[in-house]
């Protein structure tokens, strides 16, 4: 079959999001086909496994909430202090509420990686790289902190991302506002 990269990202993302709607159990080939709008046997045409699916899923949601390499930049250039570390972390917070299908299949696969090795393989890998990417752009721009505060920043995140788009403890709560109280306390110095 021809290879149409077009075609595979619709996929993907028509797989990112039956994953954040129906959880792991509802993510079948004939799932991603209808979410897609395409013609039956079409998904299992491009990833002809689930753990394919799966791996097509990690792809996509690495893709849809990567850093824009401006805002790095502009990060970059700022002094590098305890705001510019705030400001760095409110980036994250918005990229992953600004895309809550591929948080909430992010939070998904997780979920799924309890229960399956080859699913948490794949995310421990793809984790390794995003968050080793995290604390590289932390160090090298000479932000506050080390490693430890990063872990424990991504830690806080992780709640606060998951409160935010599921349930909220305190629906009232500025998710912003709540980064700079994370990072003030992680940070204290």
Known sequence: ??????????????AVRVLAAEGARGLTHRAVDAEAGVPRGTASNYFATRDAIVDAIIGRIGERLAPDPA???ALAEREPDREAYAAYVRDILHRLLGDRDATLALFELRLEAARRPAVAEAVSAWQRG????????????????????IVLLHY????????????????????????????ARILRS
């Open 1 to 14: 079959m021809a290879r149409n990269d077009t075609r595979r990202t619709q996929l993907a993302d028509a």
């Open 130 to 149: 995003g968050l080793a990417g995290d604390v590289d752009f932390t160090l090298d721009a000479g932000l506050p902190g080390g490693r430890e505060e």
């Open 71 to 73: 805002v790095h930049a």
């Open 156 to 183: 806080a995140m992780d709640g606060l991302v998951l409160d935010q788009l599921t349930v909220p403890i305190a629906p009232d709560t500025d998710p912003a506002a709540a980064v700079d109280a994370l990072v």
